[in-house]
């Protein structure tokens, strides 16, 4: 085996232990729920255990073969006549190959790069911009309360972070507002926890919306979807910057504005920033 060669046939189980070590390490720091759903993640972690004892199976291998010695197998393809087409007649790579070999170590570079030096990030506000957002839960998944299903909690506590335990999401008020234009929730009083996002109406009018939104995971980050709930505020935009996170308390009321797509709103009684969730998700 030509040195060239040898080289090449590891790029590919390097790639791969950058890759689990990535995972391990999210998995490690609790960062592995930024990428996909919770419910994945000891699948993940098993998944990279595998993978990890496979390319260590595969590694012992390729160290047995570069242990035959650089040009080996190229003497042998000589005195068969059988030279291989990437290396000439001084048993040196051609360009094609050099340059094969360069692409991939430049790839493994960049995934070390991407996957081990530059810090883990979640969704941003931007994105968030460019995808439309979501109608939350149906009714069928709604949590429990009186009155049946798809009704209002009479009273809703917590804000829907994790810790809250079964308190109603971002997620499960948007689906709530989404039913019947929401008339059930008018009344109710809630506190609920995001970023602020713009819905599109004039910031300064007296009519002006933002809504408090959180990405819904379903299974992982690239299917993530904006969840939100309609605040009315006007000029909002001169108090808080969009993207920044708030925790809002308030009651849901009839939108005065007949133009808005929202027939329901939650109008604030309290509004508190708030520093970013180590979990900004909701599932």
Do not use: K
Not at 61 to 88: F, H, Q
Not at 124 to 144: I, M
Not at 265 to 279: F, G, K, N, Y
């Amino acid at each position: 085996m030509s040195r060239s060669t040898g080289s090449r046939l590891w790029i590919g189980p390097v790639l791969g232990m950058i890759g689990i070590a990535a995972v391990l390490w999210l998995a490690a720091t609790g960062r592995l729920g930024w990428y996909i759903h919770p419910r994945y993640a000891a699948f993940t972690v098993t998944m990279c255990a595998v993978a990890a004892l496979g390319l260590a199976g595969a590694a012992s291998l390729l160290i047995e073969r570069t242990r035959n010695g650089p040009g080996r197998e190229a003497d042998a393809g000589r005195a068969g006549g059988t030279v291989a087409a990437s290396v000439d007649r001084h048993g040196r790579p051609a360009r094609r190959a050099r340059l094969a070999e360069q692409g991939g170590w430049l790839l493994v570079a960049l995934a070390c790069a991407g996957l081990l030096i530059a810090p883990p990030a979640t969704l941003s506000t931007a994105l968030a911009q460019q995808r439309q957002l979501a109608e939350g839960t149906s009714a069928t998944s709604l949590p429990a309360a009186p009155g049946g299903p798809g009704t209002a909690p009479a009273e809703a506590a917590g804000d829907g972070d994790a810790a809250d335990g079964d308190a109603p999401t971002v997620r499960d008020w948007a689906g709530m507002l989404r039913q019947n234009g929401g008339v059930a929730l008018e009344g109710r009083r809630a506190t609920i926890s995001g970023f602020v996002l713009a819905d599109g109406t004039d910031a300064g009018s007296a009519a002006a919306e933002f809504a408090v939104a959180r990405f819904a995971v379903s299974c992982c980050a690239v299917d993530a979807q904006p969840v939100g709930v309609p605040v009315a505020l006007a000029g909002w935009a001169d108090r808080y910057a969009e993207g920044s996170w708030v925790r809002v308390a308030g009651v849901f009321v009839a939108n005065p504005d007949p133009t808005s797509p929202n027939a329901v709103v939650l109008r604030p009684a309290e509004i508190t920033e708030i520093d970013a969730p180590e979990d900004p998700y909701v599932y």
